[in-house]
């Protein structure tokens, strides 16, 4: 069964930095791409961005919103995936999402973990 | 980047109902167009993806249509189920931008 959990959320202030993880199970994570997805309260999907798998040399695509300030790694050993979040907004406040793309050339996200919610407040 | 409009933005609809949401891409995007559903408090889940294709363990009671950049997910015969709220995503180019969601709720 494909799992996807995400920790690492919580309460920080603005301007300062956290690092959500994402421990993956039930599929070869190392083959799949994977993306980063948020939700500000009552508000719509945000893709946040994605990192491609080995064979693609690791590479990653952001949205705009958060280019040069979120960075997004895996760690294949471990079956995991970080989202680094710098230099955070109160704009940021979200439940973000972990997903996988399904590999199919299709850019389709048919998992998501249960989400972790990055709270930004003084 | 490609804007994705959604509509309605909310429906009423009693169960048994036929519900059709419709997608709009500010530009084509071929078939690469998926739909999500979301419950409250819950993860979004994968329902429809390259515009037609039922991901497994879906009902067949939704299904999708659509290509270029006019697109529309049909649920057949509405169940308690069903009451969510719908996304549709684009995954053409990056940004992968979703559309604002269509809440369908119970009349």
């Known amino acids: 069964e494909v799992q996807l959990v995400e920790s690492g959320g919580g309460l920080v202030q603005p301007g300062g930095s956290l690092r959500l993880s994402c421990a993956a199970s039930g599929f070869t994570f190392s083959d799949h791409y994977m993306d980063w997805v948020r939700q500000a309260p009552g508000k719509g999907l945000e893709w946040v961005g994605r990192?491609?798998?080995?064979?693609?040399?690791?590479?990653?695509e952001y949205a705009a919103s958060v280019q040069d300030r979120f960075t997004i790694s895996r760690d294949d050993s471990k079956n995991s995936l970080y989202l680094q979040m710098n230099s955070l907004k109160s704009e940021d406040t979200a439940v973000y999402y972990c997903?996988?793309?399904?590999?199919?050339?299709?850019?389709?996200?048919?998992?998501w973990g249960q989400g972790s919610l990055v709270s930004v407040s003084s | 980047d490609i804007q994705m409009t959604q509509s309605p933005s909310s429906l009423s609809a009693s169960v048994g109902d036929r519900v059709t949401i419709t997608c709009r891409a500010s530009?084509?995007?071929?078939?690469?167009l998926n739909w999500y559903q979301q419950k409250p408090g819950k993860a979004p889940k994968l329902l429809i993806y390259a515009a037609s294709s039922l991901q497994s363990g879906v009902p067949s009671r939704f299904s999708g249509s659509g290509s270029g950049t006019d697109f529309t997910l049909t649920v057949s015969s509405l169940q308690p189920e069903d009451f969510a709220t719908y996304y549709c995503?684009?995954?053409?180019?990056?940004?992968?931008?979703f559309g604002q969601g269509t809440k369908v709720e119970i009349k």
């Open positions: 995503q684009q995954s053409y180019i990056t940004p992968r931008t």
């Open positions: 997903t996988r793309d399904r590999g199919s050339g299709w850019y389709v996200l048919d998992y």
């Open positions: 990192i491609r798998n080995k064979a693609n040399s690791y590479t990653t």
């Open positions: 530009q084509s995007i071929s078939s690469f």
